[in-house]
């Protein structure tokens, strides 16, 4: 494709000098021409996710976003074709969005706290081939629910539907920010789910399903994990978990406890 080349040649040439003050002169015009094309430019995340995502939010630097990450989704996948994919602290979407030109027949469900991170996440993932596949959900995961009886998936999935067309969020970067358990918000505010209570409609019996969990959540790991026995215990799913030693102390966690809930539900490290 001629824009893709011609983006090659400048954007992800690294020859080039970066030259901020020129590249921020001209940033606008080359978004606006190289949107012309309507379905985005060829992004590989973390050098491994081939995506197309919105010139507006390329960059050369996403070609080294979490490699590790980015490498283990995709060794996944090439092994669970048609699995889930749980993208717990989603943030601005790029997982979710590789995820879903890598296997168009995963079930995607992105989860953040911040309703613009959604609303960013969306506008991210908006030229996978089957954007049916994207489900947006917003809300805590932590140790308590809120005061819904058994909230499940399906019923997150349109309670953020509900909110997000009252709210309408702009999806402008400049508007996100990080929301977790200490943000203050009450159960009204922001919905607060289980794991177990959120994939309570996932089959957990049968093969399938396989499930890949990614969850970066700032230092709340531990209570993500304290309430998903039902889904640990079941030994479907596999976790990419980022570990924050030096914020586990204020949601009440370690390392050690982490290891240690893992390790009993025959997960190996």
């Not at 940033?27 to 060829?42: D, E, I």
């Not at 177990?196 to 499930?211: K, M, S």
Request: charged share 25%; proline share 5%.
């Amino acid at each position: 494709m001629i824009l893709d080349t011609l983006d090659k040649a400048l954007r992800r040439n690294s020859a080039l000098p970066r030259m901020s003050g020129l590249r921020r002169l001209f940033r606008r015009g080359y978004h606006w021409v190289f949107s012309l094309g309507g379905n985005g430019l060829h992004v590989r995340i973390g050098g491994a996710l081939d995506a197309r995502l919105p010139a507006v939010w390329c960059s050369r630097e996403l070609e080294f976003y979490e490699p590790e990450t980015a490498q283990a989704i995709q060794a996944w996948y090439l092994a669970h074709p048609g699995g889930r994919f749980v993208d717990i602290g989603c943030s601005l979407g790029y997982f979710s969005c590789g995820v879903g030109f890598l296997d168009p027949n995963a079930e995607i469900l992105a989860v953040d706290a911040d309703i613009e991170s959604l609303a960013v996440t969306r506008k991210m993932c908006r030229y996978m081939q089957v954007p049916d596949q994207l489900h947006l959900i917003l809300g805590l995961i932590g140790s308590n629910g809120d005061a819904f009886d058994h909230p499940t998936s399906t019923e997150a999935i349109e309670r953020t539907r509900l909110r997000m067309d009252e709210r309408k969020p702009t999806g402008d970067i400049a508007q996100t920010g990080y929301v977790g358990l200490k943000t203050g918000f009450t159960p009204d505010q922001l919905p607060r789910y289980t794991l177990d209570e959120l994939l309570a409609d996932f089959d957990l019996t049968h093969d399938p399903p396989e499930i890949l969990i990614k969850c970066d959540v700032e230092g709340a790991e531990w209570a993500v994990l304290q309430r998903a026995t039902r889904l640990l215990e079941s030994g479907k799913a596999t976790i990419l978990l980022s570990v924050h030693p030096e914020l586990l102390p204020e949601f009440g966690g370690s390392v050690d406890e982490i290891r240690t809930v893992l390790q009993r539900a025959g997960y190996s490290i």
